[in-house]
């Protein structure tokens, strides 16, 4: 059984009843006719995304200025001699869900040079790990139509290190209660 903390079953729980009101509309059937792999953000976060486990920034990354979480991630990871990826997705601090981008390594911890220390209670997210792809203008993929229109046509292209983070078993993600820890 998959084994979540209360903040990773918040943003579950966000990111379902967000689908939730965008299939009111009947979008999901709207975009499979047209040959859309997903039919919003939200669908593909919840299809493809991970979670992450925040840890301490290490030394040598220091905290970068709030509110620009996109050029600081993408900096980040690009200074790292690839020791970190670039993951965009939910992330949840003292109060609730927002779209956030970080860093990960190899072992599926989160490193966020954005937020303060300690304030990052969980993350679910797409860790993006070409360095060419890391947008540095202050937007990310899953906020940006230009970027975000051809991965939800044709899905996410095969790439190594999309496998960092952990998975949610199908029974959280299908809003089953999970055990928390």
């Known amino acids: ?33 047209e040959g859309w792999r997903y039919p919003s953000v939200h669908h593909l976060l ?7 486990e925040p840890v301490s920034r290490p030394a040598g990354i220091r905290q970068l200025p709030e509110r620009l979480c996109y050029n ?27 779209a956030h ?17 300690g304030s990052m209670r969980a993350c679910f997210g797409i860790p993006f790990t070409r360095p060419g792809s890391w947008e540095h203008d202050g937007g990310g993929f899953l906020s940006d139509p230009s970027l975000f229109v051809g991965i939800l046509r044709d899905g996410l292209p095969p790439l190594p290190g999309r496998n960092v983070g952990r998975r949610p078993s199908s029974a959280a993600l299908a809003g089953q209660p999970a055990a928390s820890c």
């Open 1 to 33: 059984m998959d084994v979540l903390s209360p903040a990773q079953q918040e943003l579950l729980e966000y990111l379902q009843a967000v689908i939730a009101v965008i299939d009111l509309n009947d979008a999901e059937t709207a975009a499979r006719e």
């Open 46 to 52: 919840l299809a493809e995304g991970r979670f992450f």
């Open 72 to 98: 600081n991630a993408a900096a980040t990871a690009t200074g790292s001699a690839g020791s970190l990826f670039y993951v965009e997705g939910v992330a949840i601090s003292d109060v609730f869900p927002l």
């Open 101 to 117: 981008a970080w860093c990960a390594n190899e072992a599926g911890e989160a490193v966020d040079p954005t937020w303060p220390e």
